[in-house]
């Protein structure tokens, strides 16, 4: 069975930073393509970046910079690492194995960690 757990989510004020990371478990994991994706309250779901089996990291352009996604295939962990985080970071992370295309939501999915990024 596969599970995705996500953690580190919290409060973090403007300008601050925030690691997420995400356990995965019952698959291959080195073999897989990792993304993370999140939602805002009251919008839809957002791809944020992706991570290939070889570590090659892509991101949505408007993630681009901020954002830094890392993965340690001898644990079975995908990060993401949140700086100079933004009041519209606001939203519920989600770990993602993705059963269609690399920026897309289908898929094996965790249930999420929280970040709320306030004064």
């Known amino acids: 069975e596969v599970q995705l757990v996500e953690s580190g989510g919290g409060l973090v004020q403007p300008g601050g930073s925030l690691k997420l990371s995400c356990a995965a478990s019952g698959f291959a994991f080195s073999q897989y393509y990792m993304s993370w994706i999140r939602q805002a309250p009251g919008k839809g779901l957002e791809w944020v970046s992706g991570?290939?089996?070889?570590?090659?990291?892509i991101y949505a352009d408007s993630m681009r910079g901020r954002f830094t996604i890392t993965r340690d295939n001898a644990k079975n962990m995908v990060y993401l690492q949140l700086n100079s985080a933004k009041s519209e970071d606001t939203a519920m992370y989600y770990c993602?194995?993705?059963?269609?295309?690399?920026?897309?939501?289908?898929?094996?999915r965790g249930q999420g960690t929280q970040v709320t990024v306030s004064s």
């Open positions: 993602l194995r993705p059963s269609g295309a690399h920026n897309s939501f289908p898929g094996d």
């Open positions: 991570i290939y089996d070889d570590g090659t990291a």
